[in-house]
Nanobody
């Protein structure tokens, strides 16, 4: 399957910014969408933002207006620009790619995650 490697996480003060990157590698496949999810301590993993093959985007209400998802198709990379960060944004962030394995089957591949910590 496709391998994903995230980077860009770290420690930042409230109000600051971070940019996450996720690079896809492996077999040449048709990618339909890419997205970012996050999981905070004691909570379930939740969707943060997605971007489709047609570059349409969707965001969780909690990050709308602060986060921006984008992709570089030439580099098979998806980005998450995070601005005006809040302590409640603290979580492990995971990227996901959905791609076609066959003409009738789509698969998901997940990255290992990158930690984002926002201090107050």
């Amino acid at each position: 399957q496709v391998q994903l490697v995230e980077s860009g996480g770290g420690l930042v003060q409230a109000g600051g910014s971070l940019r996450l990157s996720c690079a896809a590698s492996g077999s040449t496949v048709s990618i339909h969408s890419m997205g970012w999810y996050r999981q905070a301590p004691g909570k379930q993993r939740e969707l943060v933002a997605t971007i489709s093959s047609g570059d349409s985007t969707d965001y969780a209400d909690s990050v709308k207006g602060r986060f921006t998802i984008s992709r570089d198709n030439a580099k098979n990379t998806v980005f998450l620009q995070m601005r005006s960060l809040k302590p409640e944004d603290t979580a492990v962030y995971y990227c996901k790619v959905q791609y076609s394995w066959t003409t009738t089957v789509r698969l998901n591949s997940w990255g290992q995650g990158t930690q984002v910590t926002v201090s107050s």
